[in-house]
T-cell receptor
Framework: GENVEQHPSTLSVQEGDSAVIKCTYSDSASNYFPWYKQELGKRPQLIIDIRSNVGEKKDQRIAVTLNKTAKHFSLHITETQPEDSAVYFCAASGVTGTASKLTFGTGTRLQVTL | DADVTQTPRNRITKTGKRIMLECSQTKGHDRMYWYRQDPGLGLRLIYYSFDVKDINKGEISDGYSVSRQAQAKFSLSLESAIPNQTALYFC???????????FGQGTRLTVV
């Protein structure tokens, strides 16, 4: 089955700086890579996702890059703000059929300090 | 708003007791999942169901069972709870053809 590794486990940045979280996956058949943000005491919520036919995707201050050859993908947050403080999870899956179940990384706790 | 609802939100139970966690959804999704969250371990899949007649084990199904009572309802049972099942449990749903998962609010279970 799929195995997803995520680094770092904790990340502290100053407000305004950039943050990068990296994930690797094992199953070359995976073709969907979402990122979830979980604020304290809340449920995980999708913030951005990318499919394997795309190398990069941006949404305002958030971007995700994918390198299918190396089987890794990354989340980039620019101009970080205190409200970006949360736990971030990467995940990988197929899109259709029985492969469409997400395997998650172990999470990165991001703290944005003033 | 269409949502995924879990009950109870918090539960303390004793070792050896049977407990059921319930999940219902108004999103109209066919696919439902149960995940367990532990600090440092991320979200791990316990069971998943792609329709009412389909039940599949995830990576950590031992000690758990599930029931898909209807398209909108998916329950997780711990037949004989043990302390290392203390965790935060999430139900999730998704649409066929789309892998995006929508999570419930979570159930914090403590086994003493």
């Amino acid at each position: 089955g799929e195995n997803v590794e995520q680094h770092p486990s904790t990340l502290s940045v100053q407000e305004g700086d950039s943050a990068v979280i990296k994930c690797t996956y094992s199953d070359s058949a995976s073709n969907y890579f979402p990122w979830y943000k979980q604020e304290l005491g809340k449920r995980p919520q999708l913030i951005i996702d990318i499919r394997s036919n795309v190398g990069e995707k941006k949404d305002q201050r958030i971007a995700v890059t994918l390198n299918k050859t190396a089987k890794h993908f990354s989340l980039h947050i620019t101009e970080t703000q205190p409200e970006d403080s949360a736990v971030y999870f990467c995940a990988a899956s197929g899109v259709t059929g029985t492969a469409s179940k997400l395997t998650f990384g172990t999470g990165t706790r991001l703290q944005v300090t003033l | 708003d269409a949502d995924v609802t879990q009950t109870p939100r918090n539960r303390i139970t004793k070792t050896g007791k049977r407990i059921m966690l319930e999940c219902s959804q108004t999103k109209g999704h066919d696919r439902m999942y149960w995940y367990r969250q532990d600090p440092g371990l991320g979200l791990r899949l316990i069971y998943y169901s792609f329709d009412v007649k389909d039940i599949n084990k995830g990576e950590i199904s031992d000690g758990y069972s599930v029931s898909r009572q209807a398209q909108a309802k998916f329950s997780l049972s711990l037949e004989s709870a043990i302390p290392n099942q203390t965790a935060l449990y999430f139900c999730a749903t998704s649409d066929p053809g789309r892998a995006e998962a929508f999570f419930g609010q979570g159930t914090r279970l403590t086994v003493v």
